[in-house]
């Protein structure tokens, strides 16, 4: 589930798109619905934040290309470990 999320850096295009983001945060949530989890959060490429009007939420269905991969090491790796942990611990409290 998160081993297959691609890296903060990436760049894709989304089913329907027309614009390129770049991926700058993974399992995200607004603080409408904090229980909604988004496995992304980008910005326009190659712009970049612009303001908050510029971020948009998506989940890894929505991407219809992967146009570059971001930087994949040691310490993103444990990252996504620890993200798989405490989301399993978050369902086993419910």
Do not use: W
């Amino acid at each position: 589930m998160f081993k297959n999320l691609l890296p903060i850096g990436s760049v894709i295009m989304l089913k329907g798109g027309v614009k390129k983001l770049m991926i700058t945060g993974i399992k995200v949530s607004t603080e409408d619905q904090p229980e909604k989890f988004y496995d992304y959060i980008g910005v326009f490429y190659p712009e970049g934040y612009i303001g908050a009007q510029s971020c948009f939420l998506f989940n890894h269905d929505d991407i219809n290309d992967i146009v570059f991969k971001g930087y994949n090491n040691p310490e993103r790796e444990d990252f996504i470990e620890f993200l798989e942990n405490e989301f399993y611990k978050e369902s086993e409290m419910k």
